[in-house]
C-alpha cells in the first residue's frame, strides 16, 4: 500500500481503512490522491487477506471534491495531466471494488467526494456531514458518474434537485432519502463503520464477494439477465467449501472457520 502522506493506509487484519489527507484543504482531490487511489483499490483487490475496506477524510471534512486551486480537472487546467485511466479508477468512475467498501463520513461530502459516495456498499456519517454536487455552481457538471447513479440510489426529483440546484443535504437529509445508512454523533462514524466492517469480515468472504459481485452487475439490466447473473453467481458459492462450512458450524453450535474456498 502507498505510504504517500495524501493517502494514508492502516491494516487491522482483514481490514484496510483509507484516510483521505489534505486536511488542510478539506481534503480536496489532488490529482497525486487520486493516483494513489487508484493504486490503493488494485491493492485491495490483490489482496485476499483484506476481505472489507473503509474510506474517510482527515480533518473535519471528509472530500469536498476536486482541487479546484490547481483545476486538473478543466481541459485547460495548470495541473500536470495524470492518465485518464488511473483518473476513472481512482474516483471509482470506471472501477467496482471487488470487495465491501464502507464510507465514514466525518464532515463536507462534496463533488467528486460525493461522486465517489455512490461507489461505496455501506456509508455511515456523522451528524454534521453534508451532501452536495456543486458543480454546477462553477460551470460544470458531475460528470464522475452522479449523472447516472444518483436517480438510481435516491429519487429522481431530489437526485435532480441536488444536480442541478448544486445544493447540498444535511446528514438527516441523506439518511432520510436513502443516500447513507446510518448518522452517528460527531466524531464516531469511523468506530461506526469499524463495528459494520467487523461484522462483514465474520461472514464467509466467497459469499460476500460474490454477492456483491451479483448486486452490482445485475443492477437496472432485464430481470432475465439479471437472474442469469445471480443464479450463476448463487451456484459458485452454495457448492463451495465456505457453504458446507458454514452449516457445519450452525449445526456445531460453534464459530464458522472460512476459508473463502
Not at 91 to 100: A, I
Not at 180 to 192: E, F, I, S
Not at 211 to 222: D, P
Not at 247 to 254: P, V
Request: with cysteine.
Amino acid at each position: 500500500m502507498t505510504e504517500d502522506r495524501e493517502l494514508l493506509v492502516e491494516r487491522d487484519g482483514p481490514i484496510v481503512i483509507l484516510t483521505m489527507n489534505r486536511p488542510h484543504r478539506r481534503n480536496a482531490l489532488s490529482t497525486n490522491m487520486v493516483g494513489q487511489l487508484a493504486q490503493a483499490w488494485d491493492e485491495i483487490d490483490r489482496d485476499d487477506g483484506i476481505r472489507a475496506a473503509i474510506i474517510t477524510g482527515a480533518g473535519s471534512a471528509y472530500c469536498v471534491g476536486g482541487d479546484l486551486s490547481d483545476g486538473w480537472m478543466v481541459r485547460d487546467g495548470s495541473a500536470p495531466p495524470l492518465d485518464p485511466a488511473a483518473i476513472g479508477k481512482g474516483l471509482l468512475l470506471t472501477h467496482t471494488l471487488t470487495k465491501p467498501l464502507i464510507a465514514a463520513v466525518n464532515g463536507a461530502c462534496l463533488g467528486g467526494g460525493c461522486e465517489m459516495l455512490q461507489q461505496t456498499d455501506i456509508r455511515v456519517a456523522d451528524e454534521q456531514a453534508t451532501f452536495g454536487l456543486p458543480e454546477v455552481q462553477r460551470g460544470l457538471v458531475p460528470g464522475a458518474g452522479s449523472m447516472v447513479r444518483l436517480k438510481r440510489q435516491i429519487p429522481y426529483t431530489k437526485a435532480m434537485e441536488m444536480i442541478l440546484t448544486g445544493e447540498p443535504l444535511t446528514a438527516q437529509e441523506a439518511y432520510h432519502f436513502g443516500l447513507v445508512g446510518h448518522v452517528v454523533p460527531a466524531g464516531t462514524a469511523l468506530d461506526k463503520a469499524r463495528s459494520l466492517a467487523e461484522r462483514v469480515v465474520r461472514n464467509g468472504p466467497l459469499a460476500v464477494r460474490n454477492a456483491k459481485e451479483a448486486v452490482v452487475h445485475s443492477g437496472w439490466i432485464a430481470e432475465e439477465d439479471a437472474r442469469a447473473i445471480e443464479a450463476r453467481l448463487t451456484r459458485q458459492v452454495i457448492s463451495s467449501a465456505d457453504a458446507r462450512e458454514g452449516l457445519s458450524a450452525f449445526r456445531e453450535k460453534r464459530e464458522a472457520r472460512f476459508t473463502g474456498q
